[in-house]
């Protein structure tokens, strides 16, 4: 079996269908990553992480970021992995978070009636909004077996 690129669409189709992610940022000290749950709404990425953790830091640094999935066979026989560049923006107006939260809970499955209190937490006076849109600026990926 030869490797292959994946088409646009395929690297799309693969964002849209998984929930679980890489983000890597830009770290002063060289890159750093954590993993996450995710949604795609077709354009960008939606995630979040610690409010005041490692990467909130790096993004507050520099936007610069790229988002990874993988899926293999225990063999490594197949295997797919789709990688997306961008710029990441944390989200702090109430109504672009309620939008990302709309994206994210519908991914996951979570109750919509949850989205309100989430984006009340997310916008509360004083805090740190710990929710991101990824605006993508170049998709790639690679396969084997499919």
Same mark, same amino acid.
């Given at each position: 079996?030869?490797?292959?690129?994946?088409?646009?669409?395929?690297?799309?189709?693969?964002?849209?269908?998984?929930?679980?992610?890489?983000?890597?940022?830009?770290?002063?000290?060289?890159?750093?990553?954590?993993?996450?749950?995710?949604?795609?709404?077709?354009?960008?990425?939606? @995630?979040? =992480?610690?409010? #005041?953790?490692?990467?909130? +830091?790096?993004?507050?640094?520099?936007?610069? &970021?790229?988002?990874?999935? @993988?899926? =293999?066979?225990? #063999?490594?026989?197949?295997? +797919?992995?789709?990688?997306?560049?961008?710029? &990441?923006?944390?989200?702090?107006?109430?109504?672009?978070?309620?939008?990302?939260?709309?994206?994210?809970?519908?991914?996951?499955?979570?109750?919509?009636?949850?989205?309100?209190?989430?984006?009340?937490?997310?916008?509360?006076?004083?805090?740190?909004?710990?929710?991101?849109?990824?605006?993508?600026?170049?998709?790639?990926?690679?396969?084997?077996?499919?």
């Amino acid at each position: 079996m030869t490797m292959r690129a994946l088409a646009e669409s395929e690297i799309k189709k693969f964002l849209t269908e998984w929930t679980w992610g890489t983000l890597i940022a830009v770290d002063s000290d060289g890159p750093y990553a954590i993993e996450l749950s995710y949604a795609f709404d077709g354009n960008c990425i939606y @995630c979040g =992480s610690m409010p #005041d953790g490692r990467m909130s +830091r790096c993004i507050t640094n520099d936007a610069r &970021v790229a988002f990874k999935i @993988c899926d =293999s066979a225990r #063999d490594a026989s197949r295997f +797919r992995a789709a990688i997306a560049e961008g710029t &990441v923006r944390k989200l702090t107006e109430r109504a672009e978070i309620v939008q990302g939260l709309e994206v994210l809970y519908r991914k996951l499955g979570l109750p919509a009636s949850r989205i309100e209190s989430r984006a009340d937490h997310l916008c509360r006076p004083g805090g740190s909004s710990s929710f991101y849109r990824i605006e993508i600026s170049a998709l790639g990926g690679r396969a084997i077996g499919y």
